[in-house]
């Protein structure tokens, strides 16, 4: 049995946007978020994340893959359970909690 390794992407929210926007210290005083300001927006990314563009890119890799490895797939079986392959964005339903 082959033993795959998993590849995992961990992403710290609040560093993310300490990037984009640094955080205020002796450097940037102006200009700058709060910590409480970057945990703030952290926690609504956190509760709106869209992660749509995340499964096309997957399913278009899948689809891509299996064209070149010359995977039968004359019933299009694959695409069948690749939900996203052809969802456009303006597609998704969001969740209005206000």
């Not at 005083?29 to 300001?37: G, I, R, S």
């Not at 749509?52 to 893959?65: E, G, L, N, P, R």
Request: hydrophobic fraction near 35%; aromatic fraction near 6%; charged fraction near 30%.
């Amino acid at each position: 049995m082959t033993v795959h390794p998993d590849f995992e992407i961990k992403i710290n929210i609040n560093d993310l946007i300490e990037k984009r926007i640094p955080c205020c210290d002796l450097q940037h005083p102006e200009n700058c978020f709060t910590e409480k300001q970057v945990s703030e927006i952290a926690h609504n990314i956190h509760i709106n994340l869209n992660l749509h563009d995340i499964y096309k890119q997957v399913d278009k890799q899948i689809i891509s893959f299996v064209k070149n490895a010359g995977i039968e797939n004359k019933d299009n079986w694959v695409e069948s359970n690749l939900p996203d392959l052809d969802r456009d964005i303006k597609e998704e339903v969001g969740i209005d909690f206000e």
